[in-house]
T-cell receptor, first 114, second 115 residues
């Protein structure tokens, strides 16, 4: 079956530091890959996505590249801010039967300090 | 503004009681989903619906029930058979259910606590 593995948190960084959150996946076929962000007490928001190999998703300074050869979709940001503190989820979408369902990683908590 | 609303924000359940969580969307999306989130874990799929009057079990459907009588609405009932219901429940929707590129959009969630 499909699965997503994320690096364990929490990740603690100083403001303006470089961020990498690792994500690797196992899936059959050609899944789409997503990063969602969850702020405390809220639902998930889509951060970025990529739908085929070598695609790069980007949004709000965050980037991730779909690497089929290493089955990875690592999230990066060049300079984090305190407002980026949240939990980040990697997910994949692959058709199962007739429905497209998301498989999530366990989430990585990011804390950015001044 | 288009979006997904969930109510209530907090819900308390007594032993042996059924409770219903509301989910409404005005995005005109065909597909709707219910997920459960436990601390330190990812989201797990409870039920999903691709079209009105049709729904399928997800990975952890035991102790839950749903209905889809209207396109906009997908309520989740947590029955007394669910022995560990304390969790954060998230509703989501997507435009088309059968395309893997589709983004799922999430509501703000309902936190269920057992008294």
């Amino acid at each position: 079956g499909n699965s997503v593995t994320q690096m364990e948190g929490p990740v603690t960084l100083s403001e303006e530091a470089f961020l990498t959150i690792n994500c690797t996946y196992t899936a059959t076929g050609y899944p789409s890959l997503f990063w969602y962000v969850q702020y405390p007490g809220e639902g998930l928001q889509l951060l970025l996505k990529a739908t085929k190999a070598d695609d790069k998703g980007s949004n709000k300074g965050f980037e991730a590249t779909y690497r089929k050869e290493t089955t990875s979709f690592h999230l990066e940001k060049g300079s984090v801010q305190v407002s980026d503190s949240a939990v980040y989820f990697c997910a994949l979408s692959g058709n199962t039967g007739t429905a497209s369902k998301l498989t999530f990683g366990t989430g990585t908590r990011l804390q950015v300090t001044l | 503004d288009g979006g997904i609303t969930q109510s209530p924000k907090y819900l308390f359940r007594k032993e042996g009681q059924n409770v219903t969580l509301s989910c409404e969307q005005n995005l005109n999306h065909d597909a709707m989903y219910w997920y459960r989130q436990d601390p330190g874990q990812g989201l797990r799929l409870i039920y999903y619906s691709q079209i009105v009057n049709d729904f399928q079990k997800g990975d952890i459907a035991e102790g839950y029930s749903v209905s889809r009588e209207k396109k906009e609405s997908f309520p989740l009932t947590v029955t007394s058979a669910q022995k560990n219901p304390t969790a954060f429940y998230l509703c989501a929707s997507s435009r088309r259910p059968t395309t893997r590129q589709e983004t799922q959009y999430f509501g703000p969630g309902t936190r269920l606590l057992v008294l």
